[in-house]
């Protein structure tokens, strides 16, 4: 039901974005997330988007590097990722954690 797509291997200051879309039913009212999970880590909470679009969160590590985005109308979400470092590297989700509807994942790479 959430396809993310965007995957790829990027070098350190490079700039990528995932996107996640919606099939089979409406997430338009729903909060929705990006997680993601470097090996040998937790699964982490990357970045919120309220369900109209005007209230975002972001980790402390994603903020003024992140912007978190959707298109209702589209039934898609938008990750864009600026200035990303090695630090980033992990395979991230789209979700609404409100359902526990997750995706499939997508794996990021930055290289130093």
């Known amino acids: 039901q959430l396809q993310a797509y965007g995957r790829g291997l990027v070098q350190a200051g490079g700039s990528l974005r995932l996107s996640c879309a919606a099939s089979?039913?409406?997430?338009?009212?729903?909060?929705m997330s990006w997680f993601r999970q470097a090996p040998g880590k937790e699964r982490e909470l990357v970045a919120t988007?309220?369900?109209?679009?005007?209230?975002?969160y972001y980790v402390n590590s994603a903020k003024g590097r992140f912007t978190f985005s959707r298109d209702n109308a589209k039934s898609t979400v938008y990750l864009q990722m600026n200035s990303l470092k090695p630090e980033d590297t992990a395979v991230y989700y789209c979700a609404v954690r409100a359902l526990d509807v997750w995706g499939q994942g997508t794996q990021v790479t930055v290289s130093s």
């Open positions: 988007v309220s369900w109209s679009g005007s209230s975002t």
């Open positions: 089979g039913r409406t997430f338009s009212r729903y909060d």
